[in-house]
């Protein structure tokens, strides 16, 4: 949160969407959202859409989106200024990154947003940022999946038959089409998408945030295949009840590293060719993907349990003796907690990021066999979960989390593949 | 480093710098160099020019440049593959970025450096990426001040009067602009920055650490205003010899804080209306700064002083008899020494980094009031020292470092200003 630390806690970014329907802007928005909430910055989305379907109804046909349609164009005007007016009083509350989601699609519209800001800026006594992120498609065929894919789910078209849906959304960008004007140097600092990520303009960016920002829409894929996630099988220091360390498996930790390649196997939305498999440095994660072919398996370091310093292959009960201290204060704030010559769950956050990184830019289904920390940090970067709650997550032994991706967010589904772990072993949920 | 650890550490980045004559090719190698370096990738450049005046000599006239001359196209055809072949040596004994800088100014040229690279990397059995790092100049004062500040300085140019320098140069300058081809598509992944970033086109970037050197590459200015760091004043725990804390300025300590603000006043290569005053947030940062107006300071949470956790208030002695150990291993590696509960060098480098983002960006002179620790980073970023060598540079209380940018580097002086400073605070010098 450094980059927003300057002007005395008085700097705000606000990043406007632009772009025709269907391109991919509530995804992006929303992604850039969750992965700045998870850096620790209070972001928030503020989607004009949803503010008209809750001001004026959804399942408006394409003709309320006709630019020559005054009446229509007045309000949706309205609307558009409303929404801003949300945005500013969460800036004024200490937001500090505002996404202010619409197509935007004409040089005044965006000139209005831009002079609107800049009074409340001096009304409220901000420095407030504006760049806009523009998604653009060259490539017709990604227009017309995302139509398909998505857009007949749309809450405007409950009930509309799906080739009446289509036809009427096709319409609709025919309507923004008459009008649109791409960005250009004259709306300021932009940053332009195009094809989803195949290519990336980043004009006037400055400021370390908006240059992150760009870095990570420039990893952005769209991947519809399943992420699993699941902890190393039961190893000797679980059974001992010992943090740290590099212990091997168990037989009732080998017998789930068998039962998680039968598992995988066995999925009929997972292309196994594809299948990426990634595991951490430590011995108890590669011995739990032995079952699966070696060469795809990927090493990273990355991945590794969150360091305990100098508690490394202490028990429970030694921790609690030797740093009382320390015990309780990290109950009082996991989150923040760094053990002696260790780390916190921000640290892990921090150092997480480049496996984000390669988690968003990959195309195929993968299966991430980690610790309990790191794949906390990571449930909770997809999931959306605050980072207060991420330490407390729910990630148990001999389990598989299959994370779906759907819309804007995934679904989450726990496979207990068993065996049960020893007494033990399930103990160290205080723990780590 | 995880970024290049995948493939079994087979994993390398190979930059190729494409441009005109004074595009800053060399300048934006090296500075990526060092900022690679400086985060722990083994970087290095190989410079054609560099091999040209090594194997056949400096002072060749435009003529050598021309593409007609085809004797000289052959020299200058075999001086590239030369300097490829040094690269990927590098390469092959554990280099793990390498930049191959010059003018690579036509889509056939690019297309052997890919063979020889592909073929490299089979023979050696490594995985090469290969990303272009293209500099243009829409706005031709860019480049008529660049030839006048910097080329004339140039080796080849050593017996040159400066009129005919620039002559000579700017027809080299119009030899490669006969068979100029901007880089596009064809070549593959690519990063383009125009005007010295003010736009940045990043095209097919794939990789976690290509896309940090597009970050780093959007943000990079040419700046040939002075960097000041200084110290705060002599606070009342240098005095009592402890470590970490928030304590005041002593008397000899203001007394500092005045004579920097007077040094500083009387500096004539500076604008005083557009200098920027950094500190961190701690007291006594912000009271070496008191004579300065105060309006112009920012305060960086960035440049707090190394976290030195459980040993926060503690004396040199009680250190060393609490914590024999710790004491001792921090001796050993005070670049990777984590304190307990608190941060080693290397973790100071990480958060220090939106700063050197910010320094990058900056326009005017800058003072920046830290702590030793991170003084020693930032300075050691600045100068390219080794990341070995930073956590023993020598940065005293009551002087100040005036970095003035000089070509591809930059030059040190430090001025002591006094007053001189208590016994005791001299002694922190074996500690943090
Ligand atoms: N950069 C992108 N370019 C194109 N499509 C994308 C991009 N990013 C995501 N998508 C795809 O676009 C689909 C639909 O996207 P989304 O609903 O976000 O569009 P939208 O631009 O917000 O449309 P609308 O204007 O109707 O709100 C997503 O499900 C996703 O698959
Ligand atoms: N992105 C940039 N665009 C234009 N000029 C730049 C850029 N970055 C740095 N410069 C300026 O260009 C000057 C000359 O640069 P440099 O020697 O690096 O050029 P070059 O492209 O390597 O030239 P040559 O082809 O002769 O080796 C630098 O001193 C710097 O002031
Ligand atoms: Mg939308
Ligand atoms: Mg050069």
Redesign the interface.
Known sequence: ???L????GKKRLVLGMVGLPARGKTYMAKKVARYLNWLGYRTEVFNIGEMRREKVGAEKSSNFFDPDNKQAAAIREKLAIDTLENLSKFLANGGQVAIYDGTNSTVSRRRNVKEFLKQQASQRDLYIELTWIESVCRDQSIVDANIRGHKLFSPDYANFKPEDAVRDFKKRIAMYQKVYETVS?EDGSFIKIVDCG?????????G?LA??I??FL??LRVNKEPIFLARHGECVDNVAGRIGGDSPLTERGKQFAKNLSDFIGKQEDVNQKRLSIWTSTLKRTSQTVQYFKSDEV?????LVEIQV??CDSMTYEELKTTYPDAFKERQKNKLEY?????ESYLDVI??LE??I??LE?LKGPVLVVGHRAVLRCLYGYFTGESLERIPRLDVPLHAVLKLVPKAYGCDVTTYPLGPDVAMDASFDHKLT
């Open positions: 949160d450094q980059a630390h300057n002007q005395g140097t195949r290519q990336c303009i980043a004009h006037g960016v400055h370390y240059g992150r760009t870095f420039m990893n990927v090493q990273w370091r990355a310093g100098i760094r053990y002696p010559q260790g921090t150092r480049p496996v990184f390669e830019r």
